[in-house]
């Protein structure tokens, strides 16, 4: 069992930043890949970015890349999303998730495992 906890989130206004943590505790080691979702009111959730532990890569979506960074703090077993320039339709609940093992696809909340309960952005025009 992997226990996430996501903090950072708050109000900002557009073209703010904020850092978002994702802590984890447990069986916090052989994992595959911990993604960074995020699900606004009345739409489905949507991947954001995803950092593989083995390697370090990382895999952004479309929507983000250039703004936000993803990283991973080995020794606090935590990972990052700096979020830079925030625009307003980034307001959302952000999650993190542990996805245990290599499912094939990073974008795909079904393949997580374990995941937080979530941290509100809202950015304000």
């Known amino acids: 069992q992997v226990q996430l906890v996501e903090s950072g989130g708050g109000l900002v206004q557009a073209g703010g930043s904020l850092r978002l943590s994702c802590a984890a505790s447990?069986?916090?080691?052989?994992?595959?890949?911990t993604g960074w979702f995020r699900q606004a009111p009345g739409k489905e959730r949507e991947f954001v970015a995803a950092?593989?532990?083995?390697?370090?890569?990382?895999y952004y979506a479309d929507s983000v890349k250039g703004r936000f960074t993803i990283s991973r703090d080995n020794a606090k077993n935590t990972v990052y999303l700096q979020i830079n320039s925030l625009k307003p339709e980034d307001t959302a609940v952000y999650y993190c998730?542990?996805?245990?093992?290599?499912?094939?696809?990073?974008?795909?909340?079904?393949?997580?495992?374990?995941w937080g309960q979530g941290t509100q952005v809202t950015v304000s025009s």
């Open positions: 998730a542990v996805e245990s093992w290599n499912r094939g696809q990073l974008t795909t909340p079904r393949h997580y495992d374990y």
């Open positions: 447990g069986r916090t080691f052989n994992n595959y890949a």
């Open positions: 950092y593989k532990w083995s390697g370090g890569s990382t």
